[in-house]
Each structure stands twice: as C-alpha cells, then as structure tokens.
C-alpha cells in the first residue's frame, strides 16, 4: 500500500498558527479588527498586516487520491496600527484575493489525471505554481492599490475579486476531493 501525506503552508508555517489562531475563509464571516492579535513590527511604514495562508493536505493510499486546500487567516501573524473600516475592508481583500487562489488550487485539483503513480513532487509542483501566481497577485493588489491610498483602485480591486469568488464558487470549501484511478 501506497500512502502519502503532506501538509504545505503558502506563508511560513509559524508554531503557533494552530486551529486556535486560525479562522479558515467563510464567505458568511468577514474580519474584525479584534482577529489582528499579532504585535505590530517595529519600525515598519504599514498600518496593518494580513498573515494568510492556504494549507493543502493529501493523501495517495492504493488508487485514491484525496486532497484538502484551505485558506485561513493567522490571528497571531496578523496585527494593525488602525482601526480605520477601510483599511480593513484592503485587508479583507487580502485574505479574499487568497481564498481566490485556493478555489483555483481546488479546481486544479480537481482537473488533475490521477495515476496510481503519481509523485509528490508533481502535487507539490502545482500547489507551488497556484502559490506563485498567488503571490505575484496579492503584489500587485498593493502595487496597484498603493496599500489602499489610491481609492479608485481599491474598489476596483474589491469588484474584481468579488467578482473572480463568485465564478469560482463551485471550488469553495466542501468535502476533500477524492479520485480513483
């Protein structure tokens, strides 16, 4: 019997990024400013900072293949200097713009040709492509945004991935993928 498991953080896993200080992406729950509970980082020009992450977990036993992907926000990697409602509603785009990345991770998945001798670095190779694409974009969304300064482009920003949630709802969170061959 085959059997593999693994769990890749897009964010540096931290020790105690823990199910606790975890709040997995809801599309019923936004963010408070009473979830930012990290402590500031001294010196740094930011007002604030959304530490996401997206988890991905498999398994290969014999000729299944089953996948979980979820996007969560780190309580205690995520801290602000503001309670300013729209600077959160630019941090909330942060952690939506990730959930965007994990439904696509979802879909990917689920697209995937199963073979019974499918290696963890071709699992590893597409969670690692959706997580650079990822990033290149949550770059950009402040590049563009200037961290929230330029209002026009955050609200565009908000309708585009509002938009981008909704036409990949059939990807958001629900029971873990599973194939056989």
Known sequence: MRYILI????MAFKPEANNETRIY???NSLLSWSDFQGKPEEGSDFSSITDWGISFQYTIIENEFNADVKCYFNKNGSWTKTNSLYVLRHEQCHFDLAEVYARKLRQELEGYSFRHNASEQELDAIYKRVAGECTAEE?????E???SLD???QKEWEASVSAQ????????LKASYVKSN
């Open 165 to 172: 949630l909704k036409s990949l709802d059939n990807y958001k």
């Open 25 to 27: 992406w809801n599309h």
């Open 7 to 10: 769990l890749l953080l897009f």
């Open 145 to 147: 945004t200037k961290h």
């Open 151 to 153: 209002t026009q482009k």
């Open 139 to 143: 770059n950009r969304y402040d590049a």
